[in-house]
T-cell receptor
Framework: AQTVTQSQPEMSVQEAETVTLSCTYD???????LFWYKQPPSRQMILVIR??????QNATENRFSVNFQKAAKSFSLKISDSQLGDTAMYFC???????????FGDGTTLTVKP | DAMVIQNPRYQVTQFGKPVTLSCSQT?????MYWYQQKSSQAPKLLFH???????NEADTPDNFQSRRPNTSFCFLDIRSPGLGDAAMYLC???????????????FGPGTRLTVL
């Protein structure tokens, strides 16, 4: 069974600074997908960024980028130039191409302070 | 442009009184999921449909059932809600042409269920 671990239950960052959220996972599979989802307070969960395991290049979406280390089974999310609207719970998720479903980490609550 | 819609947003029911939560989508995605999310925890997958094929998680209680009458709609039925079933229920969809759930999931806003 796959497991996803987010070791930081809560984090905070000053507006305009950079923060990195960590995620590690455990799998014996070689083909899979990794996601970071954002769930703002009382709002719906949305995709932040996704990474295909077969791609060596780290995914980037504007201020959001990942550091994907396949051998170490690590998938951290870096948020640059943090904004107040980045305040949310962030979930790391793993999808095995054979399992047909995703496994979520327990989440990291990020607070961006003015 | 709502893509995954859940109704109602808030539902209050009594202990043991059956309740149905609904989810509809305008994305024409063939996979639909139901998750249970308790406060500040990870979403827990209850079951999912790939088209009409129902896939139940091994640890989903029998108290939880689902129906998918067509591509657009999916329902979560809780036959006899207990106090422990109070939670946010999230519906999600994904486009899955390959038969494995590799694509991004699109979530609805959730239905917050209160059991009195």
């Amino acid at each position: 069974a796959q497991t996803v671990t987010q070791s930081q239950p809560e984090m905070s960052v000053q507006e305009a600074e950079t923060v990195t959220l960590s995620c590690t996972y455990d799998t014996s599979e070689n083909n899979y997908y990794l996601f970071w989802y954002k769930q703002p307070p009382s709002r719906q969960m949305i995709l932040v960024i996704r990474q295909e395991a077969y791609k060596q290049q780290n995914a980037t979406e504007n201020r959001f980028s990942v550091n994907f280390q396949k051998a170490a089974k690590s998938f951290s999310l870096k948020i640059s130039d943090s904004q107040l609207g980045d305040t949310a719970m962030y979930f790391c998720a793993f999808t095995n191409t054979n399992a047909g479903k995703s496994t979520f980490g327990d989440g990291t609550t990020l607070t961006v302070k003015p | 442009d709502a893509m995954v819609i859940q109704n109602p947003r808030y539902q209050v029911t009594q202990f043991g009184k059956p309740v149905t939560l609904s989810c509809s989508q305008t994305l024409n995605h063939n996979v639909m999921y139901w998750y249970q999310q308790k406060s500040s925890q990870a979403p827990k997958l209850l079951f999912h449909y790939y088209d009409k094929d129902f896939n139940n998680e091994a640890d989903t209680p029998d108290n939880f059932q689902s129906r998918r009458p067509n591509t657009s709609f999916c329902f979560l039925d809780i036959r006899s809600p207990g106090l422990g079933d109070a939670a946010m229920y999230l519906c999600a969809t994904s486009r899955d042409p390959s038969g494995s759930s590799t694509d991004t999931q699109y979530f609805g806003p959730g239905t917050r269920l209160t059991v009195l």
